[in-house]
């Protein structure tokens, strides 16, 4: 479920390491995830998405791994870059909806 | 291609005054509308969602209302700011399963 009251968790990485940002989803009938990235002040945009029926997808510089066994979804980014410091957010569709609840959002930090 | 236009992009507002914040989606038709608040530092709170003109799904108990007039415009409302409305709205579009496009926000500080 949402839980949008709590401060967001921060994840610290140096420039050229990988970021690995993780997100546990509730709705087991959730079956279209989405990661986001939000910079500061603007509005959310895409990075990746992947569906139920797959467990893994790369896109540039970036992979989604999807377990459903444990609901988990994890974004993986290669050679960080200073760039990429936003916050980023899970987002997933499923059920007998098709609203797009968020998760709660993790803020990476970069260090040069 | 398809465009979202979320306007205005700041607002300050007295208590107790009303709201309309417009949203307008170009390049598609039928979409999934969505509005969304986000307090500063925090996550992306679903509000309002709609899947036509006029059906409105209403998230959580607040001060605000949507209303969806026009297949691409959805509006969000109140008739008397509270404190608590301040934040950022977020307004987003999507077809049906696919991902949510987003506007570029409005900061809404009600002073």
């Known amino acids: 479920g949402e839980s949008v009251g709590l401060h967001l968790p921060t994840l610290s990485v140096q420039e050229g390491d990988n970021s690995i940002i993780n997100c546990a989803y509730s709705?087991?009938?959730?079956?279209?995830f989405i990661w986001y990235k939000q910079e500061s002040g603007k509005g959310p945009q895409f990075i990746i998405d992947i569906r139920s029926n797959m467990d893994k997808r790369q896109g540039q510089r970036v992979t989604v791994l999807l377990n459903k066994t444990v609901k988990h979804l994890s974004l993986q980014i290669a050679a960080t870059q200073p760039g990429d410091s936003a916050v980023y957010f899970c987002a997933e569709i499923g059920g007998a909806t098709n609203k797009l609840i968020f998760g709660t959002g993790t803020l990476l930090a970069v260090q040069p | 291609s398809q465009t979202i236009h979320q306007w205005p992009a700041t607002l300050v507002q007295p208590v107790g005054s009303p709201l309309s914040l417009e949203c307008t989606v170009e390049g598609t038709s039928n979409p999934n509308l969505y509005w969304y608040r986000q307090a500063a530092g925090r996550g992306l709170q679903l509000l309002f969602y709609?899947?036509?003109?006029?059906?409105i799904s209403s998230e959580v108990p607040q001060n605000l209302s949507a209303s969806r007039p026009q297949d691409r415009q959805f509006i969000l409302s109140s008739k008397k700011l509270l404190l608590s409305d301040s934040g950022f709205y977020l307004c987003?579009?999507?077809?049906?399963?696919?991902?949510?496009?987003f506007g570029q926000g409005t900061r809404l500080t009600v002073v």
């Open positions: 987003a579009w999507s077809a049906t399963r696919e991902q949510a496009f």
């Open positions: 709705n087991s009938a959730s079956d279209y």
């Open positions: 709609s899947v036509g003109i006029g059906q």
